[in-house]
């Protein structure tokens, strides 16, 4: 297939993450391990497939640990460019930040935490025969209810941008996927922090600018939250998250070089196993990431969870639908549930906690 012409992309990376603390304490949320590599990889790559070569990140927060991991974007077939923010620009402020590395008329921005399937030629061809000044990936959701909604007239023209509501008018949601066109990006007010679903696209609505939908009910999730991360890595390691990154259908569990998995163990749901992870017999490990050296102990239950690096779930504690910092130890039989939290290095004594919700 051609090369797009006339396209580059921008990659927004700059935020703290504060949904999914501890975890991105240490690591920026794009650079967290997802089915094995940083979960920027995956968006990088689907870019690179769609033939777009020349990519600027966006950074702000731990801003060094993209250039030390992508360098010069070589391995992956693209020209990676960085540009830092010394205070958090927000999207849009972060979007007119890279202005000056911009050469190409049509600008993709990509959220850098979204997974998903949309046919990224399919969005740069309806900006294109929309002539529109701005173009808006939606995505049709079951439950348009938790997010604000965007709906579009009869040529697919965005007419409003919604607040969340109990009756939203239709199921189109900012999947977070843009075409601009250069002089939209040049014309952002520069050097203060500026929203794109809050100031800029509103009012560019209200200008008269022309906004273009490109509607498609693809795989697409927003990985901000614990929930949402593990369902991400998960699917991906099952082959139902689409990414260019990975080898095709990767099965019930992924495990990396260097780990050890007991013959007696159980690994399913999509479960990513760590470098230098071990996994004791009789443990079940279900739909989990477990991030390098990490460590569960005969007969312990990981579910929908993420263990960080070096985490140590001691022998018959349950760990379900929570999250455990680097290096923090679970001690033997304690159990926790319901989107528990425990921060990096804290240590539980045996039997010691029983359905807590933050540690
Ligand atoms: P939370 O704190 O958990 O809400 O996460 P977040 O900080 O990543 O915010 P959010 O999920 O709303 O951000 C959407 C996308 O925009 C992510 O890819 C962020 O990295 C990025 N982003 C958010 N704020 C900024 C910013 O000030 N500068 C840059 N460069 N990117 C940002």
Known sequence: MSEPQGAEAVVLVGGKGTRLRPLTLSAPKPMLPTAGVPFLTHLLSRIREAGITHVVLGTSYKAEVFQEHFGDGSGLG????????????????????????????????????????????????????ARADVTLHLVKVDDPRRFGCVPTDEDGRVTAFLEKTENPPTDQINAGCYVFRREVVEAIPQGRPVSVERETFPGLLAAGARLQGHVDASYWLDLGTPAAFVKGSADLVRGIAPSAALAEGTGEALVLAGASVDEGATLSG????????????????????????AVVGEGARVERSVLGANALVQAGAVVSDAVIGDGAVIGARCELRHGARVWPGVVLPEAGVRFSTDV
């Open 78 to 129: 693209l020209e990676l460019e960085y540009v830092v923010e010394d205070e958090p620009l927000d999207t849009a402020g972060a979007i007119r930040n890279v202005a000056h590395k911009l050469r190409e008329p049509d600008v993709m921005v990509f959220n850098g935490d979204i997974l998903s399937g949309v046919d990224l030629r399919g969005v740069l061809t309806t900006h294109r025969q």
């Open 270 to 293: 999509g479960t990513t196993v760590g470098a230098g992870c071990t996994v004791a017999g009789g443990a079940v490990v279900e739909g989990s990431v477990l991030f390098d050296g």
